[in-house]
């Protein structure tokens, strides 16, 4: 799905997915995405920032009551991206434009090859790390019982790390776990995704219980204590 404003733009990005063999459904106006995202349940969103009706912000915070597509965030600047991070709105990427639509249909073909199986064979079943329990198969985190919505992304993440909990995972190394080898970007995105995960999991950033920092070189998941 592309919700995108500029016709011109809108239909650039259509027709690059098309040609990958996609199905895509397009609409410029905020206040009709959500209802077209229930109508069409699609695995990637192209969502612009900026646009007539709901802002893209509020596109993704209600897509995410009832979704878990890919979302991929366009902003006409890039320091608009460290606002949207700090807004924790639940994107999986970002792009700034002017961008190329090469890229962007590339971007969205490496998340789509995100090796999920494999790490849902690998992970006994189910985890747990003090509270909170992770089930891979079902796709589902619980901290203390309770249900945790995680975006698609955050949930790789945490998978990834579960995988092997005493092993410290670079960045690096998650990036190809979870956006697989392909995948070209900001190192950065990481940090985001983690940092999204703690809020959610209630976890400190300094002191985590389930998902520690190791200063200058990566993640990898704690004991839950
Ligand atoms: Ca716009």
């Known amino acids: 799905m592309v919700v995108e404003?500029?016709?011109?733009l809108a239909d650039l990005v259509g027709s690059y997915l098309e040609r990958d063999g996609f199905e895509v459904a397009i609409t410029g106006d905020g206040a009709e995405a959500v209802p077209l995202a229930r109508q069409v349940d699609p695995d990637v969103v192209?969502?612009?920032?900026?646009?007539?009706g709901l802002d893209g912000?509020?596109?993704?915070?209600?897509l995410r009551t009832f979704s878990d597509a890919y979302v991929v965030m366009l902003t006409a600047r890039t320091e608009e991206i460290d606002t949207l991070i700090g807004l924790s709105v639940g994107a999986d990427d970002y792009m700034t434009?002017?961008?190329s639509p090469r890229e962007l249909t590339a971007r969205i073909q490496a998340m789509l090859r995100r090796p999920r199986t494999t790490i849902a064979a690998t992970v006994?079943?189910?985890?747990?790390f003090g509270d909170l329990a992770l089930d891979v198969d079902g796709r589902e985190a619980t901290v203390a019982g309770r249900p945790i919505a995680l975006t698609r992304t955050e949930f790789d993440i945490l998978a990834a790390l579960a995988r092997d909990p005493g092993v410290v995972l670079t960045r690096t190394q998650l990036?190809?776990?979870?956006?697989?080898p392909s995948w070209v970007g900001d190192e950065h995105l990481v940090d985001v995704h983690i940092g999204h995960?703690?809020?959610?999991l209630g976890?400190?950033?300094?002191r985590g219980r389930y998902v520690r920092t190791i200063r200058g070189v990566g993640y990898r998941m704690g004991t839950g204590s």
């Open 97 to 99: 434009k002017p961008f």
């Open 5 to 8: 404003d500029e016709p011109s």
């Open 124 to 128: 006994a079943q189910p985890h747990r």
């Open 197 to 200: 995960l703690r809020r959610k």
């Open 57 to 62: 912000v509020e596109v993704c915070r209600q």
């Open 46 to 52: 192209v969502l612009d920032l900026g646009l007539p």
């Open 175 to 180: 990036i190809e776990a979870v956006w697989g």
């Open 203 to 206: 976890d400190d950033a300094t």
